[in-house]
């Protein structure tokens, strides 16, 4: 049984920080992709960012780009979403993600077959 659990969320202010984790059970992922994926009310669930199972590769969606960075501990079975500078338009559930493919990248984070956690409410006041 696969479970990907996030903590980390919370209410922050406008342009301050917060960082969200992710801890896997009933697999090891140092082989497999992880990322993040946030869905707003109304909207549409989207990619946010990813990283290769060896940590050497990340990406994300342009609207985090220079603010957000993924990271992993593969002896944790962890991987991390620090958010810097957030904005309202940030304000998600936010869901951990874990390929299901082995020797996965990024790519295949976005492409959506994943494993999925619950999701933690991020919500950033303006």
């Known amino acids: 049984q696969v479970q990907l659990v996030e903590s980390g969320g919370g209410l922050v202010q406008a342009g301050g920080s917060l960082i969200v984790s992710c801890t896997a059970s009933?697999?090891?992922?140092?082989?497999?992709?992880m990322g993040w994926f946030r869905q707003a009310p109304g909207k549409e669930r989207e990619f946010v960012a990813g990283?290769?199972?060896?940590?050497?590769?990340?990406d994300y969606v342009d609207s985090v780009k220079g603010r957000f960075t993924i990271s992993r501990d593969n002896a944790k079975n962890t991987v991390y979403l620090q958010m810097n500078s957030l904005k309202p338009e940030d304000t998600a559930v936010y869901y951990c993600?874990?390929?299901?493919?082995?020797?996965?990248?990024?790519?295949?984070?976005?492409?959506?077959?994943?494993?999925w956690g619950q999701g933690t409410q991020v919500t950033v006041s303006s």
């Open positions: 993600a874990a390929s299901t493919r082995l020797y996965s990248g990024p790519s295949h984070i976005r492409q959506g077959d994943n494993y």
């Open positions: 009933g697999r090891t992922f140092n082989r497999y992709a």
């Open positions: 990283i290769s199972w060896t940590g050497g590769s990340t």
